[in-house]
């Protein structure tokens, strides 16, 4: 409720007694203005696109402005919004990006994506080639944040596609969904251990039980929804696609292929493991506010052996991880096979290149999200959220949900749901685990244009607007519709 919802008239001595009075309607629209600006934000960013043509990265920004104007900023505030929004979106993603890029043209150029897909078909064969892409999405995202994983994984789904002949999406759906709800369910991601800890969950419980919702969520969400997506005609943008497929007798070993893919993925899944294992899910240098040195002393009090979880996860760390990739690519698939240093350093900055203007496209996504919350959508939502009561699992899914919409941040989503709703929740006779659930879930439900997932998949998958809502955007809302539904099922027997 708004603060002027009820407000108590002061009348003079002769009047009638004091009564409270009703809201007036101008109030109450009032209350819900930041809604009403992020809609027509929502439109005004259509307009431009689909009417106007204009590139997504310029329709960003000028929607990100007007919205802020919208909300009460002045000019000089949404400048800086947008740019500490594009600042905070750049150093979090730029570098894995652009090592993604760089690892999947080496993997793609030596044939090394092609020996995995070609060693895939024949393990899976035709007819499965979904349930392999999900299970690789899935041991992948355990251990991978989403950007990352999907940056690594992206050129073999380009290869098994080319290969198989069999449409990109089909291809590419079941391991997008796997890489989300690893993202959304499972700790020891980002958002996922953060809430086990707001909700005062056991970690192996959330684990546990996010292990039970994924598998339906990946089979729903991923293989069936792949299947029935009306989508079909999707190909890799120009400066992404694959070239003529390397011949047989000049791919490297599947095994140093697979190695070199797995590089990131078995450091990021060694930094998770210790995490697990030491107590320091929550232990963050990158986020502001916090004295992680104190955090890991406290977690770890012996020197030598902290020594050693800051070692692993320094190198967990996907920015190190993918660095570290992209170097073991170059000797593995470059040098070692016969390639100069110089045609490598030019097919590495022909890579960088061909994803310019998805950074760009990014960073403007990232504007609009800063825009929305500093303009206040998000506080928006949470009071409203604060005075409701329905059932927890249903209030923490919906919670999640707009904050979803309002931030794009799947994470900022689901840590913000948790931080109102934990003193609720703790006494509501939940289980603490299913709280995170359907948090979770809820944090993955509505993806448009202010989330980076969502313009990541159309640039990749070379989509319009239309069909990235059609693929990736219904593909979230099933995958977190799966999740809501076995935390109530789970409440159930449990």
Not at 70 to 97: C, E, H, P, R
């Amino acid at each position: 409720m708004c603060d002027d919802d009820l407000r108590i008239v002061i009348a003079p001595v002769t009047a009638a007694p004091l009564v409270p009075t009703r809201p007036h309607s101008s109030s109450l629209a009032s209350c819900a203005m930041p809604l009403l600006w992020v809609a027509i934000g929502i439109a005004l960013m259509l307009v431009l696109l689909l009417v106007v043509k204009l590139d997504a990265f310029f329709a960003l920004l000028l929607t990100s402005l007007v919205v802020a104007l919208l909300n009460g900023m002045d000019l000089l505030g949404a400048l800086q919004s947008i740019l500490k929004g594009i600042g905070a979106t750049m150093g979090n993603v730029a570098l894995i990006l652009v090592f993604g890029a760089m690892l999947g043209r080496l993997l793609e150029e030596s044939g090394a994506a092609q020996a995995i897909a070609t060693r895939l078909i024949e393990i899976t064969g035709v007819r499965h080639v979904q349930f392999a892409m999900a299970l690789t999405g899935f041991v992948v995202g355990i251990a991978m944040l989403y950007n990352a994983g999907f940056l690594v994984l992206i050129p073999i789904v380009y290869t098994v596609a080319l290969t198989t002949g069999l449409p990109l999406v089909y291809i590419g759906i079941p391991l997008a969904a796997a890489l989300s709800v690893t993202h959304g369910f499972l700790p020891p991601h980002p958002a996922p251990t953060f809430l086990a800890i707001l909700y005062h969950a056991d970690v192996n419980r959330t684990l546990l039980v996010g292990l039970v919702a994924a598998i339906p969520a990946c089979l729903i969400g991923g293989v069936m929804f792949g299947r029935f997506v009306p989508i079909r005609n999707l190909i890799p943008p120009v400066g992404l696609a694959l070239r003529e497929p390397v011949a047989l007798a000049d791919l490297p070993g599947v095994a140093i292929s697979s190695f070199v893919a797995l590089v990131p993925v078995l450091l990021m899944l060694s930094n998770a493991i210790v995490d697990i294992a030491a107590g320091t899910s929550a232990v963050d240098p990158f986020r502001s506010g916090t004295d992680f040195r104190a955090q890991l002393a406290a977690a770890v009090p012996n020197a030598a052996l902290r020594s050693v979880v800051s070692a692993l996860k320094f190198f967990g760390n996907a920015t190190v991880a993918l660095m570290i990739a992209v170097l073991v690519a170059l000797y593995a698939l470059g040098l070692r096979r016969g390639r100069t240093m110089d045609a490598l350093m030019r097919s590495l900055g022909s890579a960088v290149g061909s994803i310019a203007m998805i950074l760009l496209i990014i960073a403007a996504g990232g504007a609009f999200s800063q825009v929305l919350r500093d303009g206040g959508v998000s506080d928006y939502i949470t009071r409203q959220a604060s005075g409701m009561h329905v059932n927890p699992l249903l209030l923490a899914f919906g919670v999640a949900a707009l904050l979803r919409a309002a931030v794009g941040s799947a994470t900022v989503a689901g840590m913000t749901a948790a931080s109102v709703l934990a003193p609720t929740a703790l006494g509501s006779g939940v289980r603490p685990e299913l709280m995170v659930l359907a948090t979770g879930a809820g944090s993955l439900m509505f993806s448009h244009f202010n989330d980076t997932g969502f313009w990541m998949f159309k640039e990749y998958y070379n989509a319009t607007i239309r069909e990235t809502f059609l693929t990736w955007s219904m593909m979230e809302l099933v995958v977190a519709l799966v999740g809501l539904c076995a935390a109530l099922l789970l409440n159930l027997v449990w």
